[in-house]
């Protein structure tokens, strides 16, 4: 039987979700007769214009491939500087600090983990576990340099993401969306049109009073899900329970002479602080939990702990963590914040963005919207947002703080993957991963070890290892690091060297 492809689309909401959708799209079916068209509501407060500073994960650079873009123009367009990992502050105790740093740790020797060998040592004093990471090394002394396409090389194992101005970012995908050919349409949704026979949505009317119809709609909207939940009354699963913050206040300040190439996240008494360095000033925010803190006292907690002027007047948002209850629901399917939201502790918001078009791109359907599509993308997406979750909830879990936030978040009951997850690593330092993870087993150990959290016993592989020469093999690899780390040049010298320096106006580099 032939297939009755998609011949119109439209995106309700810009932003990177919305931009993003629309530049994939362009990019990977641009081939077919498809009209793609994004209602853009310049003017009107999101999600995304809240989070103006972002960080990102490596693999953004994933999806930048995809669609052909040169790093070095993007990063020169969005004010773009290098993540290196995240530097933990009080996470577990007042006074403590360690980083979760991009890519692996250390290596695996003789087919045992690594961090099995590194609590081995560790009983003889062995230096911190972050320490084998050529990120963290490089972060915490403020380094950067491009990775070595020589294996042999340290500086193959270098991992980096972003950190970036959203609107920039936002304003030069849809550049490239626009030059490959989709529609940009001022204006808000003021309703949404059903079928009567199937409820599908039939179309959107603007504001305007114009009507525009479409055979698949795509909900960029922010947590309203205007789209989504407003007409298809979809639900939200709250996971509140499990992570209560639910404010934000964020105000950029001036920038610091020194450019590290980390984000910055710093406990405190009702939740925690960001910080995000951009080429040209600072994101600073507080996420907290508005039972324990008022929004006054944490604005002013903010704006005490800047390093520089604050830039602007600070903004405010209300949110529960939590996701639809489907993301493809009928003919619409629902992108970033209009698909859930989770706090952004470790950068993930672009990350569950490119993934859920990604897996749209994968399981595009045709007009007859075969419901095993909608079905398939949905469990997929369900899965990876409750991985993302319970590594947060961990975070939380861990820390030996003793406000009420952290005591509530302790003594809550687990997901049961993650509470099967901290069983595992509490007997033998075991690291299980399911299904449609976002962070791998270095990720899940760096939060682990970095909160002080550690295995009763060895794993037993580590029963016949020599320890001296393990300790000996560790120091090599310690130094090299180090050493590698040392040669660097600062993270600001190679954004110069690399010509990457934004230029006044933040942009205007053509895709």
Same mark, same amino acid.
């Given at each position: 039987m032939p297939s009755d492809p998609i011949r119109n689309v439209v995106i309700v909401g810009g932003g990177i979700a919305g931009w993003m959708s629309a530049a994939a799209l362009a990019r990977a079916l641009g081939a077919q007769p498809m009209s793609i068209r994004v209602i853009d509501p310049t003017g009107v407060a999101a999600e995304a214009d809240f989070f103006a500073e972002q960080g990102s994960l490596p693999a953004l650079r994933a999806i930048h491939r995809i669609l052909a873009i040169d790093e070095r123009q993007f990063m020169r367009a969005t004010q773009a500087t290098f993540r290196l990992g995240t530097e933990f502050s009080d996470w577990s105790a007042a006074g403590q600090r360690w980083i979760h740093p991009c890519g692996e740790v250390g290596a695996t020797l003789e087919t045992i983990p690594f961090h099995h060998l590194w609590l081995l040592a560790r009983q003889q004093g062995e230096a911190g576990f972050d320490e084998f990471s050529l990120a963290a090394q490089a972060a915490r002394r403020g380094k950067f340099a491009s990775p070595s396409a020589d294996p042999r090389s340290v500086l193959s194992t270098l991992a980096y993401a972003f950190h970036f101005d959203a609107a920039l970012y936002a304003r030069y995908l849809r550049r490239y969306a626009e030059e490959r050919g989709v529609v940009r349409t001022e204006g808000v949704v003021k309703e949404v049109k059903l079928r009567g026979e199937d409820g599908f949505i039939e179309a959107v009317v603007l504001e305007s009073g114009e009507r525009l119809e479409g055979d698949l709609f795509i909900d960029c909207s922010g947590s309203a899900g205007v789209l989504i939940e407003e007409a298809l009354g979809t639900g939200y699963e709250d996971w509140s329970a499990w992570l209560p913050c639910d404010r934000a206040v964020a105000v950029p300040s001036a920038s610091a002479a020194e450019l590290i190439p980390c984000t910055r996240s710093s406990a405190r008494s009702a939740g925690w602080q960001w910080r995000i360095p951009l080429q040209q000033r600072i994101g600073n925010g507080y996420v907290y939990c508005s039972r324990y803190l008022g929004e006054d006292e944490a604005t002013s907690t903010l704006l005490g702990s800047l390093e520089g002027a604050a830039l602007a007047s600070p903004r405010q948002l209300h949110f529960t963590t939590g996701r639809r209850k489907k993301f493809w629901n009928r003919n619409c399917v629902a992108i970033g914040a209009a698909a859930g939201f989770l706090e952004p502790l470790e950068s993930t918001s672009s990350h569950s963005i490119q993934s859920g078009i990604v897996k749209l791109l994968a399981l595009f359907p045709d007009r007859s919207f075969d419901p095993a599509e909608a079905a398939e993308y949905n469990r997929l997406m369900s899965n990876e947002y409750a991985r993302i979750r319970d590594f947060l909830v961990l975070h939380y879990r861990l820390s030996t703080r003793a406000e009420p936030l952290w005591c509530e978040?302790?003594?809550? $009951?687990?997901?049961?993957?993650?509470?099967?997850?901290?069983?595992?690593?509490?007997?033998?330092?075991?690291?299980?991963?399911?299904?449609?993870?976002?962070?791998?087993?270095? $990720?899940?150990?760096?939060?682990?070890?970095?909160?002080?959290?550690?295995?009763?016993? $060895?794993?037993?592989?580590?029963?016949?290892?020599?320890?001296?020469?393990?300790?000996?093999?560790?120091?090599?690899?310690?130094?090299?690091?180090?050493?590698? =780390?040392? =040669?660097?040049?600062?993270?600001?010298?190679?954004?110069?060297?690399?010509?990457? =320096?934004a230029n006044d106006l933040g942009g205007g580099d053509h895709v």
């Open positions: 978040c302790r003594e809550a $009951s687990l997901p049961p993957l993650l509470e099967r997850k901290i069983e595992l690593f509490s007997s033998r330092g075991r690291v299980v991963l399911y299904d449609d993870e976002t962070f791998g087993e270095s $990720s899940w150990v760096s939060v682990f070890l970095g909160q002080r959290f550690w295995p009763k016993r $060895s794993d037993p592989r580590v029963a016949t290892v020599d320890l001296a020469v393990t300790r000996e093999r560790l120091g090599r690899m310690r130094a090299t690091i180090r050493d590698a =780390a040392a =040669a660097m040049p600062s993270h600001r010298a190679s954004i110069a060297q690399l010509g990457i =320096a």
